[in-house]
């Protein structure tokens, strides 16, 4: 099956600092991009939808200049969080689809971010 | 899919027993449906899918049925293992929506 890497794992920064998750499609063509946010015990929520060459489609309630997706080629979108607090900890997740856009959509293995 | 907080529905169940997972989605207009399986620190795998011209799909030791009328998903795992212990969401797209809405989760303790 096609594989989604995530840079970094993990990774701490102190509050007021940006950090910025990288997500690859490493043999395929993603046309798209998903992000999502996942805190403890909860489910995946999806943040923005990004389509190369674009600018994101952002779900109601979060804040574009704060999460700031770039999608800038078929292989790699990125998400930065800009003045992170402690409360943008969490688990962050990408996807990635190509033509079969939904029904076609590969996770990659997430990225713990901690905000002291 | 219903969200259920802070705290996951769990279930438990005993190595070599069958499995029952279920989800109720909320839109009637939702065209495809997914079962997703993460374990700890990692993300979705996906486990099988079926889309709302069915109302059963199998695959290996998994099977997924849609009832569209009360629009309820359920997944059966056959002859349980240790390996299946892990947090298991549903998830559907509306037609032409293209995104996933995720269901709250189950949590799937296998018992030796």
């Known amino acids: 099956g096609a594989v989604v890497s995530q840079h970094p794992s993990r990774v701490i920064c102190k509050s007021g600092t940006s950090v910025k998750i990288e997500c690859r499609s490493l043999?395929?063509?993603?046309?798209?991009m998903f992000w999502y946010r996942q805190f403890p015990k909860q489910s995946l929520m999806l943040m923005a939808t990004?389509?190369?060459?674009?600018?994101?489609?952002?779900e109601q309630g979060v804040e574009k200049d704060k999460f700031l997706i770039n999608h800038a080629s078929l292989t790699l979108s990125t998400l930065t969080v800009t003045s992170a607090h402690p409360e943008d900890s969490s688990f962050y997740i990408c996807?990635?689809?190509?033509?079969?856009?939904?029904?076609?959509?590969?996770f990659g293995p997430g990225t713990r971010l901690t905000v002291t | 899919g219903e969200s259920v907080g802070l705290h996951l529905p769990t279930l438990s169940v005993q190595e070599g027993d069958n499995s029952i997972i279920n989800c109720a989605y909320s839109?009637?207009?939702?065209?495809?449906f997914i079962w997703y399986k993460q374990e700890s620190g990692k993300g979705p795998q996906f486990i099988i899918d079926?889309?709302?011209?069915?109302d059963k799909r199998q695959g290996q030791r998994v099977t997924v049925l849609l009832n569209k009328t009360v629009k309820h998903l359920s997944l059966q795992i056959a002859a349980t293992q240790p390996g299946d212990s892990a947090v298991y969401f549903c998830?559907?797209?509306?037609?032409?929506?293209?995104?996933?809405?995720f269901g709250g989760g189950t949590r799937v303790l296998v018992k030796p």
């Open positions: 996807s990635a689809s190509g033509e079969g856009g939904v029904y076609e959509q590969y």
């Open positions: 043999d395929f063509q993603a046309t798209t």
């Open positions: 990004s389509n190369e060459g674009s600018k994101a489609t952002y």
């Open positions: 839109n009637s207009a939702s065209d495809y």
């Open positions: 079926i889309r709302s011209n069915m």
């Open positions: 998830a559907e797209n509306i037609a032409a929506g293209n995104k996933l809405t």
